[in-house]
């Protein structure tokens, strides 16, 4: 199954994403996470993140997340990318451990440290 992603407005340059997966293969589910780490997502639970990113990064991130799903083909491996507007994650209600997650990751500057 290939991967299609629609296009994000060329006039946003910050985002915020909200990124699950269900991958069986645990080098590639590692190697995912830990890239999205890398990108700065923060984990909100075991295949779940979420954060700010650039809108020039993003598509970097689009064409890793492509490349690595294609790799575990043939599977059914998924991955979902949501964009989400700032407001709709200021409604967001999280219970549990580091529920104040989202708050934060709303504070967040942008800053991407290589």
């Not at 995912?32 to 780490?37: C, P, Q, Y």
């Not at 064409?63 to 990318?81: A, C, F, G, H, V």
């Amino acid at each position: 199954m290939q991967a299609t992603l629609r296009p994000i407005s060329k006039t946003i340059v910050n985002m915020y994403l909200l990124i699950s997966y269900d991958i069986s293969n645990n080098a590639l589910r590692l190697k995912l996470s830990k890239r999205l780490v890398y990108y700065g997502l923060d984990r909100i639970q075991y295949s779940v993140f979420v954060g700010k990113i650039k809108n020039r990064l993003f598509k970097a991130l689009k064409k890793e997340i492509q490349e690595l799903i294609q790799k575990s083909q043939p599977s059914d491996d998924k991955i979902l990318i949501l964009p989400i507007e700032k407001q709709l994650l200021e409604r967001v209600w999280l219970v549990g451990k580091d529920d104040k997650i989202i708050s934060d990751i709303l504070l967040q500057k942008n800053t991407l440290i290589l």
